[in-house]
Antibody, heavy 123, light 110 residues
Framework: EVQLVESGGGLVQPGGSLRLSCSAS????????LHWVRQAPGKGLEYLSA????????YYADSVKGRFTISRDDSKNTLYLQMSSLRAEDSAVYYCVKDALYYYGSGSYLDYWGQGTLVTVSS | QSALTQPRSVSGSPGQSVTISCTGT?????????VSWYQQHPGKAPKLMIY???KWPSGVPDRFSGSKSGNTASLTISGLQAEDEADYYCCSYAGSYTLVFGGGTTLTVL
């Protein structure tokens, strides 16, 4: 059974940093691209970032480019999202999502989602 | 990249069929056959229901079906059941490695 478990969310002040982790199991971690998607309270889904299976390619939405960094540690079956210069509008539930493919982008679809971790940016 | 346009809400009675539309542009929905649909119950994570416009992941009932015409994709749910009440999001590849979601549609089973 595929499982994705996010952690690391919490309350952080504007301008602060936070690192989210996503522990994966139930599939061959190194064989799939991975993504982060967020959902602000009461709002829709927003696509944020992706990393290829080999970690050699990454993508960032304009809203987080230069502030967030996605990475993966295949030895630990863990995906990360390092977030810095956080703003109030970054407050959301952050989902770790598995791609059905090795590379993200054309043909990607998001076949398994974690339960999410809540990030609140507030003073 | 602008969000895809979905109706805010749709409703139907048990046993009926409902269709949720998802309108984009030639740069996303119209340009690629890579539209997927996700179901989200309150407080839960989204679940993949349809991918590549009209394909089913294993375990998803064939009451759910997808289609596309031009810049608009559609999700049709036939034989509505109470457990289908949820939010539904479309998603399309939009070129340059990006995915774009629709704003979401709340389905109410009357």
């Amino acid at each position: 059974e595929v499982q994705l478990v996010e952690s690391g969310g919490g309350l952080v002040q504007p301008g602060g940093s936070l690192r989210l982790s996503c522990s994966a199991s139930g599939f061959t971690f190194r064989s799939y691209a991975l993504h982060w998607v967020r959902q602000a309270p009461g709002k829709g889904l927003e696509y944020l970032s992706a990393i290829s299976a080999n970690g050699g390619s990454t993508y960032y939405a304009d809203s987080v480019k230069g502030r967030f960094t996605i990475s993966r540690d295949d030895s630990k079956n863990t995906l990360y999202l390092q977030m810095s210069s956080l703003r109030a509008e970054d407050s959301a539930v952050y989902y770790c999502v598995k791609d059905a493919l090795y590379y993200y982008g054309s043909g990607s679809y998001l076949d398994y989602w974690g339960q999410g971790t809540l990030v609140t940016v507030s003073s | 990249q602008s969000a895809l346009t979905q109706p805010r809400s749709v409703s139907g009675s048990p046993g009926q069929s409902v269709t949720i539309s998802c309108t984009g542009t030639i740069s996303d929905v119209g340009g690629y056959n890579y539209v997927s649909w996700y179901q989200q119950h309150p407080g839960k994570a989204p679940k993949l229901m349809i991918y590549d416009v009209s394909k089913w992941p294993s375990g998803v009932p064939d009451r759910f079906s997808g289609s596309k015409s031009g810049n608009t994709a559609s999700l049709t749910i036939s034989g509505l059941q109470a457990e289908d009440e949820a939010d539904y999001y479309c998603c399309s590849y939009a070129g340059s490695y990006t995915l774009v979601f629709g704003g979401g549609t709340t389905l109410t089973v009357l």
